[in-house]
Every structure is written in structure tokens, then in C-alpha cells.
């Protein structure tokens, strides 16, 4: 008598797709917390902030790299692949929200 339900496979999480969520939550948190602190010294335009942003551009880039080569594995699951994808896209976003209001005065 076989078990209806289960269903054995040998795929697994692509290690591009974890380091691209990781990555991408990286990049988050430090964006988040570089905008708060920002906020919290009443707008002051700190040079470490502005270090921050570029480092969080830079490994949100790496990351949606990342994730959409996770994505193009065949035989994988895809969880944390279109988790880093969809956080690297809103940090990269964040940021060109940011370099948008700085220019416009928004």
C-alpha cells in the first residue's frame, strides 16, 4: 500500500538563490537603517550614509544577479531565488527613490 501525498524528489535550493536573498536582506536592512538615521539627525547628509547606499547598490545588484541565474537552474526549487529577486528589485528601487527626490527636491 503506497502513501498518497508524499512525493520524494532530489531537488534542492539553489545556493545562488540563498546568497541572493541574503544579499538582498543585507542590502535592506542597511538601506533601511542608513534612511533612519538620516531621518534622526534631522537630514544631515553624513558621508558614511551616502557610503552605505552605494555599497547596498552595489550588492543589490550583485544579488538580483544572482537571483536570476538561480532562477535559470533547471531541477531547483525557486523559493529563495524569487525571494532575492523581488528584494533586490525593491532595494534598487529604494534607492532610485532616493537619487529621484534628492535631484527633485521631492
Same mark, same amino acid.
Given at each position: 500500500? =503506497? !502513501? +498518497?501525498?508524499?512525493? #520524494?524528489t532530489? +531537488? /534542492? %535550493?539553489s545556493r545562488? @538563490? &540563498?546568497?541572493?536573498?541574503? #544579499? @538582498?536582506?543585507?542590502?535592506l536592512?542597511?538601506?533601511?537603517? $542608513?534612511? !533612519? %538615521?538620516?531621518?534622526? $539627525?534631522? @537630514? %544631515? %547628509?553624513?558621508? !558614511?550614509?551616502?557610503?552605505?547606499g &552605494?555599497?547596498?547598490? &552595489?550588492?543589490a =545588484?550583485?544579488?538580483?544577479?544572482?537571483?536570476?541565474? /538561480?532562477?535559470m537552474e533547471e531541477? +531547483? #526549487?525557486?523559493l #529563495?531565488a524569487?525571494?532575492?529577486?523581488?528584494?533586490?528589485v525593491?532595494?534598487?528601487?529604494? &534607492?532610485?527613490?532616493i537619487l529621484?527626490a534628492? =535631484?527633485y527636491?521631492?
Amino acid at each position: 500500500m =503506497a !502513501r +498518497k501525498g508524499y512525493i #520524494f524528489t532530489n +531537488k /534542492a %535550493e539553489s545556493r545562488k @538563490g &540563498i546568497l541572493s536573498t541574503f #544579499f @538582498g536582506v543585507l542590502s535592506l536592512v542597511s538601506l533601511l537603517m $542608513a534612511v !533612519r %538615521e538620516s531621518y534622526l $539627525a534631522g @537630514g %544631515e %547628509e553624513y558621508v !558614511r550614509y551616502g557610503v552605505v547606499g &552605494i555599497l547596498c547598490l &552595489i550588492f543589490a =545588484a550583485v544579488g538580483l544577479v544572482l537571483g536570476i541565474m /538561480a532562477k535559470m537552474e533547471e531541477d +531547483k #526549487f525557486y523559493l #529563495f531565488a524569487w525571494t532575492g529577486i523581488v528584494l533586490n528589485v525593491l532595494v534598487l528601487s529604494g &534607492i532610485s527613490f532616493i537619487l529621484y527626490a534628492g =535631484a527633485y527636491g521631492l
